[in-house]
């Protein structure tokens, strides 16, 4: 079984476009996080949910809008696409201060 | 920022060597973890060290941290091929426990030649 797991897996888009990615764990865990890892391999965290509550919005323009409906799934919604949110994004879950979990990752290229 | 940095970039040993792997934070932790990223896969959790605790084992992996000089560093004894991977250490950012965030390092990109 597949403990979180984000769907597509790659995601080929054009510029403008409004596209969402999915996610959803089923370990029980309380916090949701959506990281984006650029071309460099830097992760970084854009979103954070505890119990569906918005936790921690790291300077992501406002294109970028999560939405949790329960605390076993956090979907990324993007508007308006640009070039440079090509990237690979990863949602993870973790119990409180305990390790991450972390999906295998949607590749999107924005052309 | 608060994303902490890790040494080196990269690493390049042969099978059977040990490999030490760096990573400065800048904030207060409650625990500090490390996590390997096979190349195109989510990253995998490797092991936990409390802020309390000054070093840890797991198999070949020996953890160490000292939260003095805000640092840690990872060893893989015995290395092998299938070692071959990024490593990233992460940090929760020290909120007191009221909340969760995974702050990540740069990485080291470690090479284990056959």
């Known amino acids: 079984d597949t403990a979180v797991s984000q769907t597509p897996k790659y995601l080929v888009t054009q510029m403008g476009n409004d596209k969402s990615i999915k996610c959803e764990q089923n370990?029980?865990?309380?916090?949701m996080y959506w990281y984006k890892q650029d071309s460099k391999k830097f992760l970084k965290i854009m979103f954070s949910?505890?119990?569906?509550?918005?936790?921690i919005n790291e300077t992501v323009p406002n294109r970028f809008s999560p939405k949790s409906p329960d605390k076993a799934h956090l979907n990324l919604h993007i508007n308006s696409l640009e070039l440079g949110d090509s990237a690979v994004y990863f949602c993870?879950?973790?119990?409180?201060?305990?390790?991450?979990?972390f999906g295998q990752g949607t590749r999107l290229t924005v052309v | 920022s608060q994303q902490g940095e890790e040494d080196p970039q990269a690493l390049s040993i042969q099978e059977g060597e040990n490999a030490t792997m760096n990573c400065s934070y800048k904030?207060?932790?409650?625990?500090l973890q490390w996590y390997r990223q096979n190349s195109g896969r989510g990253l995998v959790h490797l092991i936990l060290?409390?802020?309390?605790?000054r070093e840890k084992h797991s198999g070949r992996l020996r953890v160490t941290l000292d939260t003095s000089k805000k640092s840690s560093s990872l060893l893989i004894t015995a290395s092998r091929a299938a070692d071959t991977a990024s490593y990233f250490c992460?940090?929760?950012?020290?909120?007191?426990?009221?909340?969760?965030?995974?702050?990540f390092g740069t990485g080291t990109l470690l090479a284990v030649q056959p």
């Open positions: 993870a879950s973790s119990p409180r201060q305990g390790k991450a979990f």
């Open positions: 370990l029980g865990h309380d916090t």
């Open positions: 949910y505890n119990n569906k509550e918005l936790i």
């Open positions: 904030t207060s932790i409650n625990n």
């Open positions: 060290i409390r802020s309390n605790e």
């Open positions: 992460a940090t929760d950012g020290g909120y007191g426990g009221a909340t969760n965030k995974l702050i």
